[in-house]
Nanobody, 120 residues
Framework: QVQLVESGGGLVQPGGSLRLSCAASGRTGNIVAMGWHRQAPGKERELVAA???????NYADSAKGRFTISRDNAKNSVNLQMNNLNSEDTAVYYC??????????????WGQGTQVTVSS
């Protein structure tokens, strides 16, 4: 089982920046990818960015050019640098770790979420 702890959320003005961090602990040896999802009020949870252990990266269209995901495999951590934030980025951001489990399937582990609010 993997435990995830997020940090770095908060209140920021439009056009500002925030950096989210997520540290994994527990059975981290089978993690194959980590990433960030977000959920705004009244909306479904959606992918923001993900990075595989191979280094392959995937961004949502809304994140491209503004957000940068990075990972420290040795520390089992993942960061999300968010620049030029706007009100539509307001959401609870969740860290996720995808692990290979018995049988070869992929199982996600979720953090508790961190609130990001973009407002003047």
């Amino acid at each position: 089982q993997v435990q995830l702890v997020e940090s770095g959320g908060g209140l920021v003005q439009p056009g500002g920046s925030l950096r989210l961090s997520c540290a994994a602990s527990g059975r981290t040896g089978n993690i194959v990818a980590m990433g960030w999802h977000r959920q705004a009020p009244g909306k479904e949870r959606e992918l923001v960015a993900a990075i595989a252990s191979t280094g392959n990266i995937n961004y949502a269209d809304s994140a491209k050019g503004r957000f940068t995901i990075s990972r420290d495999n040795a520390k089992n951590s993942v960061n999300l640098q968010m620049n030029n934030l706007n009100s539509e980025d307001t959401a609870v951001y969740y860290c996720v770790a995808h692990s290979v489990v018995r049988g070869g399937s992929i199982s996600p582990s979720w953090g508790q979420g961190t609130q990001v609010t973009v407002s003047s």
